[in-house]
């Protein structure tokens, strides 16, 4: 009479070698305490669950706040990867910032020896600056989302908009938008970097020169009025947008 207690397993062996049941060690199926069977489900179970906990605690382990990483790298190069935990490519972009500034400072200095052809290579070394910059906050941000999950925002409205006015792009950055915080810094960087090369360059030396009457010189000087409105305008719009959005989209309170 077969025990409730046993349940019956049945091997490779029983159905592939159904005429030799009862015969050697791998006759017929085994019984098996039902205990011992419970148990190693749950053994089972406890495994699964440990396993499928593990991504979960990684995770929280190594979670950043892309406000964060991108507002340290927004000010220095190469310290937002630092703080995501990426130690190389941390310092890949702080030495390629401490070259570039140094660069400049070597051009600065001997700027009355090179003065004739200068200027080309303060044209292509701050655009090679400018583009670095924003590359370097971006992937800060895109490196702690990687790590943290997708980044909402803070939903302070007046550290955002105190932060834009600080620095364009920087209050959108804390709201959780790259695209508008790269629009709006990438926007004030070129016409901060126009207005300087119209201001330092020898533009209107060059303009007096070829022109006695000054109708070109005038021209220019209307341009670099244009850019300085133009750049006190986005500078205007981008703490609004980033004050209104982080209002409208702050959390309920519970």
Not at 5 to 24: A, M, N, R
Not at 43 to 64: C, D, I, S
Not at 198 to 211: A, N, Q, T
Request: proline share 4%; aromatic share 12%; net charge positive.
């Amino acid at each position: 009479m077969i025990n409730q207690d046993e349940v019956f397993v049945i091997t490779e062996d029983d159905i592939l070698k159904p005429g030799d049941k009862g015969k050697g060690k791998g006759g017929g199926p085994r019984a098996v305490p039902a205990s011992k069977s419970a148990r190693a489900a749950e053994r089972q179970a406890e495994v699964g669950e440990t396993v499928a906990e593990r991504p979960a605690a990684a995770r929280g382990r190594g979670r950043r706040s892309p406000a964060a990483a991108s507002t340290l790298s927004l000010f220095v190069c190469g310290l937002g990867q630092l703080y995501n935990g990426d130690g190389r490519l941390a310092a890949l972009f702080f030495l390629s910032e401490v070259l570039i500034l140094t660069f400049h400072y070597f051009l600065y200095m001997t700027w009355d020896r090179i003065r004739t052809f200068a200027h080309l290579f303060f044209v292509s070394e701050w655009e090679l600056m400018l583009f670095f910059l924003i590359y370097n906050v971006a992937q800060a941000y895109r490196g702690a989302e990687s790590r943290g999950g997708r980044f909402d925002g803070l939903h302070q409205p007046l550290v955002s908009g105190l932060a834009s006015l600080c620095v364009p792009g920087w209050g959108q950055l804390l709201n959780g938008q790259l695209g508008k915080a790269v629009f709006f810094l990438f926007s004030f960087l070129l016409q901060g970097y126009l207005m300087t090369l119209y201001l330092m360059s020898p533009l209107f030396r060059i303009l007096v020169d070829i022109e006695p009457q000054k109708l070109i010189l005038d021209k220019a000087i209307k341009v670099g009025m244009g850019i300085l409105f133009v750049t006190a305008l986005s500078w205007l719009l981008g703490i609004y947008d980033a004050f209104v959005v982080a209002r409208y989209t702050r959390r309920p309170r519970g």
